[in-house]
C-alpha cells in the first residue's frame, strides 16, 4: 500500500497568515494527489484535484502543488480566512487501495 | 444540487450485520458516475472502503473488508449500497458515500453525504 504522510500534524496560525502543509508519498504517484478539508461533525470537501486542479467553487487562496519528483506535494494557503481553521487531508488517486494522509489539524494561534 | 444522503447505520453487535444505503438526488449522471465507500473511526482520520465503476464492471475494496462487505447499486433508483458482514469492532465508524467524477487515476471524492455511524460493539 502506498503511504501518505503529512507534516506538521497540526499547526497554529492567525488571520491573513500564508499556511503551508505538505504530503508525501511512499512511491511515486505522479501528479495523482488530491486535498480535502474537514470541519468538525462535517463531511470532507475537496479541494484540490491532480495535484494542482482547484475543485469548482474554492476559493482561489488555496493552491496545490508537486515537487516533480512525483512524491511530494504541498498545499497552500495564501492568506487564511476565518472559515479556514479546519483540518486539511491528502490523498492518492494512483492505485488502490486509495490512501489518505493522517491529516493537518489547522489551529486558531 | 447533488445530494447524497445515508442511512441503514447504527448498533450492531460483533459478527452482525448492517446494510447501508446512500440515496442520490440532483445528480442527472449518477449512471455514469463511479462510486465509493470512505469511512472514519471517532476521532480518526479517513478510510478508503470500496469502489463500484457506474456500470458495474469494476469494483474494489480495501483488504480490511475484503469478504466482508460487499458494494453494489441500483440505476433505477439512484442508490448506492454497502451490505456489511460479520462486523468487527474496528469496523466502527462514519460511513459516506462519495461521488467520483474521474476515471482511473484521475479519481477523487468530489460529493459527500453526510455519513451514517455504525457502532460494533456487544
Known amino acids: 500500500d502506498i503511504q501518505m504522510t503529512q507534516s506538521p500534524s497540526s499547526l497554529s496560525a492567525s488571520v491573513g497568515d500564508r499556511v503551508t502543509i505538505t504530503c508525501r508519498a511512499s512511491?511515486?504517484?505522479?501528479?495523482?494527489l488530491n486535498w480535502y478539508q474537514q470541519k468538525p461533525g462535517k463531511a470532507p470537501r475537496l479541494l484540490i484535484y491532480?495535484?494542482?486542479?482547484?475543485q469548482t467553487g474554492v476559493p482561489s487562496r488555496f493552491t496545490g502543488s508537486g515537487s516533480g519528483s512525483g512524491t511530494d506535494f504541498a498545499l497552500t494557503i495564501s492568506s487564511l480566512q476565518p472559515e479556514d481553521f479546519a483540518t486539511y487531508f491528502c490523498?492518492?488517486?494512483?492505485?488502490?487501495?486509495?490512501?489518505f494522509g493522517h491529516g493537518t489539524k489547522v489551529e486558531v494561534k | 444540487q447533488v445530494q447524497l444522503v445515508e442511512s441503514g447505520g447504527g448498533v450492531v453487535q460483533p459478527g452482525g450485520s448492517l446494510r447501508l444505503s446512500c440515496a442520490v438526488s440532483?445528480?442527472?449522471?449518477?449512471?455514469?458516475?463511479?462510486m465509493h465507500w470512505v469511512r472514519q473511526a471517532p476521532g480518526k482520520g479517513l478510510e478508503w472502503v470500496a469502489f463500484?465503476?457506474?456500470?458495474?464492471?469494476?469494483?474494489d475494496s480495501a483488504d480490511s473488508v475484503m469478504g466482508r462487505f460487499a458494494i453494489s447499486r441500483d440505476t433505477s433508483d439512484n442508490t448506492l449500497y454497502l451490505e456489511m458482514n460479520s462486523l468487527r469492532p474496528e469496523d466502527t465508524a462514519v460511513y459516506y458515500c462519495?461521488?467520483?467524477?474521474?476515471?482511473?487515476?484521475?479519481?477523487?471524492?468530489?460529493?459527500w453525504g453526510q455519513g451514517t455511524l455504525v457502532t460494533v460493539s456487544s
Open positions: 440532483g445528480f442527472s449522471d449518477f449512471r455514469n458516475t463511479d
Open positions: 490523498q492518492q488517486s494512483y492505485t488502490t487501495p486509495l490512501t
Open positions: 462519495v461521488t467520483d467524477p474521474g476515471t482511473g487515476y484521475n479519481s477523487r471524492f468530489d460529493n
Open positions: 491532480a495535484a494542482s486542479s482547484l
Open positions: 512511491q511515486s504517484i505522479a501528479n495523482y
Open positions: 463500484l465503476r457506474y456500470d458495474g464492471s469494476d469494483r
